[in-house]
């Protein structure tokens, strides 16, 4: 625990202007970001005496070693590099709001030829329209069915319209008439983006032009007694109208606004978002956060704001955000959602009316969700906290392992050996720090060696961190805790991260691969597996981080140097963390090696072309259609594709004269050939 008086700047040392400010720990990783109108009066808050300070401030503060700023012209651009910050270096201290669910969205490939409208979750792409997000996949699909009968837009995927279109034949969606089958040139390009543009303008809430056409051709069809045509467009207006109830009007002024309520106790905060378009609810989501920072319900609004609009722009960001009290820099990021959206943005809390009537409903169900997430989380929490201390009480280590690193070995006959390292911290598993390793020391299939070598590579590059906290000897030489020499750059192979001559990185404050040390390092493995994790360990002087491993054949424990297993008993909450976390490593391994070996099964001649790139190869399976025609083809003929000359031309008939023809590969999951073209057959 640090002083903070050690490493606090002399008043005059710190500018008296808007600035973002960064605290780093002893290992220079940044755990906390913040900003300030004064950076001298703001940075003077954390240095008073500790019993003055809010207790999680006080953590802060004893945690960090420095502190630096940057000075910016104004509190806009505060703001933004704030938020640059908080995603670049994940600092520990800040408020971060976890989603807890991946949101469906109705998204649009505007980006596409002819566009698709289909499900999507994940980061926004470019070129995509997207509208939700939704609480359920299937109220997309159901929404999306009943509006294919007026907008036919195509909704298949890339394979299914590849194979329509060679064969000639559309899909059954095309011959019901939910589908305008472009890949069979029922309708143009041009014709299809005016039906996707048309199914957009709906979704955004234009609606009514498009119940009011379809009445007059309706009326139009019954006048020239077309009463077909007139009963089918009745359909399709009873389907738009079904498809707008889903979203009752809550905003009669039509309004485009997001509704952000909270709920928080004195640990924790939930935040609710109704995104309301054309006065009706077109999507809802949800966060929770750990209030790890002394901050307000206004501090916790403008975090959520600048989560919510950090990467969006344009009419993503509505003309109005309602939130339940105003950041102490309203202005400031008035301005920056203004800039976000390229036009004014209101930015208030509603006093009156439908919409404050509308923020008490957001604001029920951000409490509802508080009160559910915290229900959820007490049971968990008893459970993994049994957990890890059945686990210690079996490992007879000194403390509950908090943080547990497993690995895998995964290669198929030998081939493509690969490893993974999975870490579960208070016993959740943390995917953002799941590493991949190739094995490089040798060639062929021993699991024993591989274990070794990547519990090695992964603790030369822990060590490698360790130097720059200090935890070295005067020569520069690492030392453990009885001051023994540690060899970290030995014959072995070298750290991921730590080049041949074994410098590093210079350090930049962002989260680091392998700079925190387990307590717990569990192997997918018997007695051979572990004895080699804890010799690995042994050589890099390594003796405060335990290890065991878990055999599938009984799922029994293994511990260095013992003849026998723990055996923990089936009904232990202990023995099924151990076995959560061995299985999330083997499917990660599993995954891997997957990969690879698609990889190399698919690499083409092509690739041994030197000097040839991805454009150019492209560009040559697009001109002949497949490998195998390539192959056949002249030089004078390959030279016709356009950024080919004679040597490359030569180069390519060469490689590919040289290199057999490779077996058909086969799809392991469906039984199906793979051709050349990248097609399939039976």
């Not at 605290?23 to 240095?47: C, M, P, T, W």
């Not at 011959?175 to 048309?198: F, M, N, Q, W």
């Not at 999330?584 to 000097?611: E, M």
Request: charged share 30%; glycine share 8%.
């Amino acid at each position: 625990m640090a002083d903070p008086s050690s490493y606090r700047p002399r008043p005059g040392q710190i500018p008296d202007s808007p600035g973002v400010y960064k605290f780093r720990d002893e290992h220079r990783r940044v755990i906390y970001v913040g900003k300030a109108k004064s950076l001298r009066q703001r940075l003077a808050n954390y240095f008073q005496p500790l019993a003055s300070l809010h207790p999680r401030t006080a953590t802060m503060v004893t945690t960090a070693a420095s502190v630096e700023w940057t000075v910016v012209s104004t509190e806009v651009e505060a703001l933004q590099l704030e938020y640059s910050w908080i995603k670049e270096f994940d600092p520990r201290f800040n408020v971060k709001y976890r989603d807890d669910k991946s949101y469906p969205y109705l998204a649009v490939t505007l980006n596409e030829e002819f566009p698709r409208v289909q499900v999507m979750r994940g980061h926004k792409k470019k070129g995509v329209r997207y509208f939700g997000p939704y609480a359920h996949a299937w109220a997309i699909r159901e929404t999306v069915d009943l509006m294919l009968r007026v907008f036919p837009v195509r909704t298949c995927s890339a394979g299914v319209f590849r194979n329509a279109a060679s064969a000639g034949r559309p899909c059954l969606l095309g011959y019901i008439g939910k589908c305008s089958a472009p890949c069979v040139g029922r309708v143009t390009p041009d014709e299809h983006r005016d039906l996707a543009e048309e199914f957009c303008d709906f979704m955004a809430g234009r609606t009514g032009t498009y119940i009011r056409r379809l009445e007059q051709q309706m009326t139009a069809a019954a006048e020239e007694m077309e009463y077909e045509k007139a009963a089918r467009l009745r359909d399709d207006i009873g389907a738009l109208r079904r498809a707008m109830e889903k979203n009752a009007v809550v905003l009669a002024d039509a309004t485009d606004a997001d509704l952000i309520a909270l709920a928080e106790d004195e640990l924790e905060a939930a935040v609710q978002i109704f995104h309301v378009r054309g006065g009706r609810v077109r999507g809802q989501r949800g966060w929770v956060t750990d209030k790890v920072e002394a901050v307000s319900t206004a501090g916790l609004v403008e975090h959520a704001i600048q989560q919510l609009y950090g990467e969006e722009s344009g009419e993503a960001v509505p003309k109005e955000v309602l939130v339940p009290a105003v950041p102490e820099d309203a202005e400031a990021v008035t301005q920056w959602l203004s800039g976000r959206r390229g036009s004014q943005v209101s930015l208030r809390v509603p006093q009156r009316g439908d919409k404050k009537d509308l923020m008490e409903t957001v604001a029920r169900n951000a409490q509802q969700a508080l009160v559910l997430h915290k229900t959820k989380r007490a049971s968990d929490l008893t459970t993994r906290s049994r957990a890890l201390e059945e686990i210690a009480e079996a490992l007879d280590l000194d403390s509950a392992p908090l943080r547990i690193e497993c690995f895998d070995i995964s290669h198929l006959q030998g081939q493509d050996v690969v490893a993974s390292m999975v870490v579960f911290e208070d016993g959740l598993p943390r995917k953002s720090e799941y590493r991949r390793f190739q094995i490089k020391g040798f060639e062929g299939q021993d699991d024993v060696r591989s274990m070794h070598e990547v519990i090695g590579r992964r603790f030369k590059r822990y060590l490698a961190e360790k130097e720059k906290t200090g935890e070295w000897g005067p020569d520069g030489v690492a030392v453990d805790a009885d001051g023994d020499a540690v060899d970290t750059h030995g014959d072995g192979p070298a750290a991921d991260g730590v080049n041949g001559s074994g410098e590093v990185p210079v350090d930049d404050g962002r989260p680091k691969r392998f700079a925190y040390p387990p307590q717990l390092v569990v192997v997918d493995g018997g007695q051979p597996q572990v004895a080699a994790a804890r010799r690995a360990l042994d050589e890099l002087g390594i003796d405060d981080i335990a290890v065991c491993g878990l055999a599938k054949r009984l799922e029994e424990v293994w511990l260095p140097g013992d003849d026998d297993p723990v055996v923990l008993p089936r009904s232990s909450e202990g023995l099924y963390l151990l076995q959560r976390v061995r299985d999330t490593a083997h499917d990660f391994a599993i995954r891997y090696q997957r990969s690879k070996r698609n990889k190399r099964v698919r690499s083409s001649p092509l690739d041994a072309v030197p000097g040839l790139g991805d454009t150019r190869k492209q560009a040559l399976i697009k001109h002949f259609g497949s490998v195998k025609r390539l192959r056949q083809a002249t030089i004078e003929q390959i030279i016709e594709v356009p950024g080919m000359g004679r040597k490359t031309a030569e180069a390519v008939a060469v490689a590919l004269a040289q290199a057999a023809p490779a077996a058909p590969a086969v799809n392991t999951a469906t039984g199906e050939i793979m051709e050349d073209d990248g097609g399939t057959t039976a």
